[in-house]
């Protein structure tokens, strides 16, 4: 029995041991033979395209104008006072409602626009905007 001298078991390892990752990687590599021809073997689908984009509805515009004598446009066509309320709850059934753009003449009594603007509320009328010119 020698006193100085190792035992070779209880030498430190300084490399790594390669056998346990080649075992692994061609574990993985036969799997991989295996499953990409099961893959490229798929059915041909033609399948339809949609797109997933929301169809935007753009609601009708409508002008009313009020002229200096106190007379309703609808769109360039004239209107009594007693077309106006039929047409204007016509109007607020349709989905989406329209836009309506008022646009009352300078010299036009503030009754009229007033009236009109009544008659939109009663109607049920909610997108009403009003259109005037700029300053020059």
Known sequence: ?????????????????MTP?????????????????????????DLPRASNEREIIQPETIRLS???????????????????????????????QPDLHIQGDKDVRYERVAQLMSALQRAGLHKIGFVTEPNP
Not at 1 to 17: K, P, R, Y
Not at 21 to 44: E, G, N, R
Request: aromatic fraction near 6%.
């Open 1 to 17: 029995m020698a006193f100085g001298t190792q035992d070779e078991s209880d030498e430190v390892m300084n490399e790594i041991n």
């Open 21 to 45: 990752l080649v075992d692994v990687m061609l574990v993985l590599l036969i799997i991989f033979i295996i499953t990409v021809p099961v893959m490229k073997h798929a059915v041909p689908v």
């Open 66 to 96: 009020v002229t200096a004598d106190g007379v309703y446009h609808w769109n360039e066509r004239t209107l009594s006072d007693e077309e106006l309320e039929p047409l204007l709850q016509a109007e607020a059934q349709k989905i989406p």
